[in-house]
C-alpha cells in the first residue's frame, strides 16, 4: 500500500510527539495517484472528556491533511485515520496493535535540577555506618550484624517467614560521612529508601511517619545531612510509602507496642477508618496480600489530613525538615486526585521540588485497577522510575538489536511530555531488581536460595560483565533523564534477588577501575550541558551499535557505543576538525566532515 503515515515523522505530524493544551497539531497522509484516494478523515477519541470526533481530510500537494487543536484540558488522545477510493472502498488505517496516541499535557512548572544533574539511591541500612546500633526497645524484632561484611538474612524463620528484621546499623552521620565520596562521582541527587521508624531493615512497612528510625539517627541527624549534602550542591528525594502501612506501627498496632490504641485493637482507634476490615481485626485489605502490610484508604480524610493536608502533614514536614522531592512508592496504587493533592501541597512548601513515581511501564498509558492513570499531564508526578529504559538497555547489552532499544525509547520519547521524558529517574539497577553486574554476566542461575546467596560470578564472567556495565553506564549517563545509580554498582557489587542484592557497600574492596568509570562519566555529565538537557538524535541503531547524538546550542556530544562481539566499522558526521573521547583522551581527525571509528567488542566512545 502507497499510505505513509509515521507519527514520529514530523512530516507527517507536527509538532513531534505529546503537545500542550491548547496546541495546533497537523497532520499529513502521503498517498500515490495509483491509491485513487478521494476522500478521508481522522478519527479522534478523548479519554478522559468521553468525546469522539471526525475531522475531514483535504488533498494538498501530494498528501491528505488536517489541522487540529488540541483541547484546552489534559487528556489522551487516541486517533486514526478512514479513506475512501474513487471505486468506493474504505481503507482503515492505523497502527499495529490499535490507533495512535497523542498526549495532551498542561504547562506546569518541572524542576530542572533533578533530570539534569546525576541520582544516587541509597539503601539506608546498607551503605554507611557511623556505629554498632543497639537494637534494644526498638518497633519490631531486631537483630544487628556485628560484622559489616555478613550475608543478609534471606532464609524464612522458624515460622516460614521472611521478616528482614537484621540490621547492619547505616545510619544518617554515615551518609554524611561519605558525602566527599559522592561528590566524587559528581552526584547531585540522593534518593533514599524508606527513613521513617520501622520494624524491617527496609522500612516500607512504616510504623511511625513522623520519627526517623532510631537506628538512623535522630532527626537532628537528618536534619544535618541536609545541610552539608545542600552546601554541596545535592539534595535529597525521600521514599514516601502511602498506599499502605506496617501491622506493627502506631496506626495499625497489632502486636500492641505503641502506647496508643491502634486500628487493630479498637474501632474507636482514630486510624480504625485508614483500613478496611472484613472481619476485624483478623482479616483486612493488605498489598499484595502481605498481611504485614495492611493497606490504607487514601480517600478517608483523616489520613488524607495527616500525609498532606495539615500544616505540619507528612508531606509539608520533611520538606521543612531539609527533602527536596518524594519518590512515591508504588504510584499505581494510589489515586490520582491523592497523588495531585500531594503534588499541590510541595508546590504550596517547597516550590522546586521534585515528585517522582514508581511505574515499572509506559507513565503515559498506564491502567491500573481498570483505570487509566494521569500521571505525566501536569498535575501530578514530574516524572517517572524509568523502568522501560532499564529494560530495552538489558536487552541490547546481551545481546539484542539497538534498533529494538531505539523503537522503545522513541515510543517513550513521542508518548511523554517532554519535561517528563527529562525528569524521568533513569537506571540499570534498584533495591527491587538483581545486580546489574549479576545479571550482565550472562552466567547460569543457581537453582537454590542458598546457592545464589554464595554465588560469586567466574573471573570471567565478571569481566564480561564489567565491560557490558561500562558500555550500559555510557549509555545511561548519555541519554536524556537522571542517570540514577544504585549504591555499590559503581563499586563492582553482585547478588541476585532480595536480599542478595541488598548488601552492605563494600568499603576497601571497591573495584577500582570500575569505580574510576562511574566518576570520570559524572564529571563530563556535570561540564557537558548537551547531556544534561541536549536534544536527542539517533545518528545509528543497527545489532550492536548504538549511536546517540545530544545537542545544545552551543555543546554536542556523541555516545558511539557496540554491545556486539565483533568489531564495529563506523563513519559519522563531525562538524569540528578532531573528535575527541572524553573517556580515553583519543582523539579523531574530521576529514571532509566526517569522523572514522573502529569500535571494538563492548567498546564505546564520548565524543565531543
Not at 140 to 166: A, F, M, Q
Not at 187 to 211: C, G, K, M, Q
Not at 383 to 391: A, E, I, S, V
Request: proline share 6%; charged share 25%.
Amino acid at each position: 500500500m502507497s499510505i505513509y503515515f509515521d507519527s514520529k515523522d514530523q512530516q507527517c505530524k507536527n509538532p513531534f510527539g505529546a503537545v500542550l493544551c491548547g496546541t495546533e497539531v497537523s497532520f499529513s497522509l502521503l498517498c500515490s495517484r495509483e491509491e485513487d484516494i478521494c476522500a478521508g478523515a481522522l478519527r479522534l477519541r478523548a479519554e478522559f472528556a468521553g468525546l469522539d470526533r471526525t475531522v475531514p481530510l483535504t488533498p494538498s500537494g501530494g498528501a491528505w491533511r488536517c489541522t487540529v487543536t488540541a483541547p484546552e484540558e489534559p487528556d489522551l488522545l487516541w486517533y486514526d485515520f478512514t479513506l475512501t477510493r474513487g471505486s468506493g472502498e474504505t481503507v482503515s488505517l492505523t497502527r499495529s496493535g490499535g490507533p495512535w496516541q497523542l498526549t495532551v499535557y498542561e504547562d506546569t512548572e518541572t524542576p530542572e535540577w533533578f533530570g539534569q544533574g546525576v541520582s544516587y539511591q541509597i539503601f539506608p541500612d546498607r551503605f554507611c555506618r557511623s556505629r554498632l546500633p543497639q537494637p534494644e526497645g526498638l518497633v519490631g524484632e531486631r537483630t544487628v550484624h556485628e560484622s559489616w561484611e555478613d550475608t543478609p538474612d534471606y532464609l524464612p524463620d522458624e515460622k516460614g517467614e521472611i521478616r528482614n528484621c537484621d540490621f547492619f546499623g547505616g545510619d544518617f552521620r554515615g551518609i554524611t560521612e561519605k558525602l566527599d565520596y559522592l561528590q566524587s562521582l559528581s552526584v547531585t541527587t540522593l534518593y533514599l529508601n524508606p527513613i521513617f521508624e520501622a520494624a524491617s531493615n527496609h522500612r516500607y512497612n512504616t510504623a511511625d511517619y513522623r520519627a526517623v528510625d532510631p537506628m538512623l539517627g535522630t532527626e537532628e541527624d537528618f536534619r544535618e545531612l541536609c545541610r552539608q549534602a545542600h552546601k554541596r550542591g545535592m539534595r535529597l528525594l525521600l521514599d514516601g510509602v502511602f498506599n499502605h502501612t506496617g501491622s506493627v506501627s502506631r496506626y495499625f498496632n497489632r502486636d500492641g507496642f505503641y502506647p496508643e490504641l491502634g486500628a487493630a485493637q479498637s474501632q474507636a482507634s482514630p486510624y480504625y477508618n485508614w483500613y478496611h476490615f472484613t472481619r476485624w481485626p483478623e482479616e483486612y485489605d493488605a498489598w499484595w496480600g502481605i498481611k504485614t502490610l495492611p493497606a490504607v484508604d487514601e480517600g478517608q480524610d483523616s489520613y488524607r489530613a495527616f500525609i498532606i493536608r495539615d500544616r505540619d502533614s507528612v508531606v509539608r514536614r520533611w520538606l521543612r525538615s531539609g527533602a527536596d522531592g518524594w519518590r512515591l512508592d508504588v504510584a499505581d496504587e494510589l489515586p490520582d486526585d491523592f497523588i495531585q493533592e500531594i503534588r499541590r501541597a510541595m508546590e504550596e512548601e517547597k516550590p522546586d521540588a521534585v515528585l517522582i513515581g514508581e511505574v515499572w511501564e509506559d507513565g503515559s498509558n498506564k491502567i491500573a485497577y481498570d483505570r487509566r492513570r494521569r500521571y505525566l499531564l501536569g498535575r501530578e508526578t514530574h516524572g517517572l522510575m524509568n523502568y522501560p529504559f532499564r529494560t530495552a538497555a538489558i536487552d541490547w547489552l546481551l545481546g539484542g538489536d539497538a534498533a529494538a532499544f531505539r523503537e522503545r525509547m522513541e515510543e517513550l520519547r513521542e508518548n511523554y511530555p517532554s519535561p517528563a521524558f527529562y525528569c524521568a529517574m533513569n537506571f540499570l539497577g534498584t533495591h527491587d531488581t538483581a545486580r546489574i553486574l549479576t545479571l550482565l554476566a550472562g552466567e547460569p542461575v543457581p537453582e537454590s536460595k542458598s546457592q545464589r546467596a554464595e554465588a560469586c560470578l567466574s573471573p570471567a564472567g565478571y569481566r564480561r560483565a564489567a565491560a557490558r556495565l561500562r558500555l550500559g553506564a555510557l549509555l545511561l549517563y548519555a541519554f536524556p533523564g537522571s542517570p540514577t545509580v544504585y549504591y555499590g554498582d559503581e563499586a563492582g557489587m553482585q547478588g541476585y534477588e532480595d536480599p542478595l542484592n541488598r548488601r552492605t557497600y563494600p568499603w576497601g574492596r571497591e573495584d577500582a577501575a570500575l569505580l574510576a568509570w562511574y566518576r570520570r562519566l559524572g564529571q563530563v555529565r556535570r561540564e557537558r550541558p548537551s547531556l544534561q538537557a541536549g536534544s536527542l538524535r539517533y545518528l545509528f541503531a543497527q545489532g550492536g551499535g548504538l549511536v546517540l547524538e545530544r545537542r545544545t546550542e552551543g555543546d554536542v556530544a556523541v555516545a558511539a557505543l557496540n554491545a556486539g562481539e565483533e568489531a564495529l566499522e563506523l563513519t559519522l558526521p563531525w562538524a569540528g576538525a578532531v573528535a575527541t573521547d572524553v573517556m580515553s583522551g583519543q582523539q579523531f581527525l574530521a576529514v571532509e566532515g566526517r569522523v572514522h571509528l573502529t569500535l571494538p567488542p563492548m567498546g564505546g566512545v564520548l565524543l565531543v
